[in-house]
């Protein structure tokens, strides 16, 4: 028993950094980040196994923990908590005329379904290409680019009626 | 630089095992990712110096307590802020003032005493020593002691799991002066069988390792029978005391 608590502390200290990066990426509060961290961990060493495959680990982990952690702004935003209002930060990647106005582009991101906000985190905020975002959530670069597409045509109407 | 920036899952990797990167020859050559770079570095920094030490433990109690039985015991002092400022005084007000007459949990006139109570409804209800309480029944805490001391509570149960309980951060154990009720609460795991909560309190600072490996060595063989009869934690420093409550989980 106290073999497997090391070897859980040991996977924990490996890849905590990551967990604890993807939250504060999406979270955006260090506080939150911290507790969300322990959430996904406490998920993910149900299978330790799985944590200790190297090769596979990360896409797993970034998966695990984007979920959570969007879920988790969803339910801060539907209970009116500050830490929803705090933008995500969009990629360097992405083009500049992408958005007209990218606050406005995060807020629409929280009226789409998980899936829908998951690709578009991938794509926008963590400057992924779509088959990287493919391979990570288990879809066909086909589905991936069509959430993405409906993504970018709602915001874009939603920017424009925002601006007339 | 032309070529594309790696995604963050991209850098993941490259920290993950920079010696199979194909990314080094962008890093050096782009300003902008490189910075990237060292952000998540120095967030993965201050993951260990400050959130690593906060949480392992309850990560610890999740890999325990394996794929189905998941260890629900909360940090406490996070459990204590986020009450409300209404609920929380109803929780202390319904906090019994002292234990009955009959009450068992502090066992003799000894320097140290631990009472544990059962959260029922709004009220907290002592627990006698051995008795029987829902499996995932939330608990709180009453040490007394004669005089000045760093305080651990710890439980062991069946499976040989050893739980820490308080304080939940820090090392050397929390000061206590008199009698306290201990802040926060903690939640049972859901799991049958006995668990014995332990209280010990060192006149000087007495580091986790050090109270968590005496506690291991007094139940040296996992299973229920030791947990209910109960041992001396020995090779603690001179003048610390100690106390235990048993507790019968049933679901």
């Known amino acids: 028993m106290s073999e497997h608590r090391s070897k859980a502390a040991e996977l924990y200290r490996t890849h905590g950094p990551a967990v604890y990066r993807r939250c504060l990426r999406i979270l955006r509060d260090p506080e939150a980040a911290r507790d969300a961290t322990q959430e996904v961990f406490v998920k993910l060493i149900r299978d330790m196994s799985k944590l200790e495959d190297r090769e596979t680990v990360l896409p797993w982990i970034y998966r695990v923990a984007t979920n959570h952690c969007l879920n988790h702004r969803r339910n801060a935003s539907r209970r009116g908590e500050d830490a929803a209002a705090a933008p995500l930060e969009l990629a360097d990647s992405v083009p500049p005329d992408t958005f007209p106005d990218r606050q406005l582009a995060q807020l629409i991101l929280s009226r789409f379904d998980a899936a829908t906000q998951t690709v578009a985190v991938g794509v926008l905020v963590d400057g992924m290409e779509q088959e990287e975002v493919a391979e990570v959530l288990g879809l066909s670069r086909r589905t991936v680019a069509r959430k993405l597409a409906r993504f970018l045509e709602q915001a874009r109407h939603q920017v424009d009626r925002s601006w007339s | ?251």
């Open chain 2, 1 to 251: 630089m032309t070529a594309r920036c790696p995604s963050d899952l991209a850098l993941e990797r490259h920290l993950l095992s920079p010696e199979r990167s194909t990314l080094t020859a962008h890093l050096a050559a782009c300003p902008a990712c490189a910075a990237r770079l060292q952000t998540m570095q120095r967030q993965g920094e201050e993951f260990l110096r400050y959130v690593y030490p906060a949480t392992v433990e309850a990560v610890e109690a999740a890999a325990a307590s394996g794929p189905s039985g998941a260890v629900r015991w909360l940090r406490w002092l996070a459990l204590v802020p986020a009450l409300g400022a209404a609920a929380a005084l109803a929780l202390f007000l319904a906090f019994p003032s002292a234990p009955p007459d009959d009450y068992l949990g502090i066992k003799g006139g000894g320097a140290l005493g631990l009472t544990v109570f059962v959260q029922e409804g709004a009220n907290a209800r002592p627990v006698r020593d051995g008795e029987t309480v829902p499996a995932g029944a939330a608990l709180r805490f009453r040490v007394r002691t004669a005089r000045a001391c760093r305080l651990w509570v710890l439980s062991v149960d069946g499976r040989g799991q050893v739980s820490r309980l308080y304080p939940t951060q820090g090392e050397g154990g929390a000061v206590l002066e008199r009698t306290a009720d201990l802040p926060g609460g903690a939640l049972l795991d859901g799991l049958a069988g006995p668990e014995r909560v332990v209280a010990l309190c060192a006149p000087e600072a007495l580091p986790w390792a050090g109270a968590e490996a005496a506690v291991r060595a007094a139940f040296p063989a996992p299973g229920p029978e030791p947990v209910r009869r109960g041992a001396v934690v020995a090779g603690l420093p001179a003048g610390a005391a100690q106390d235990a409550v048993l507790l019968e989980k049933r679901p």
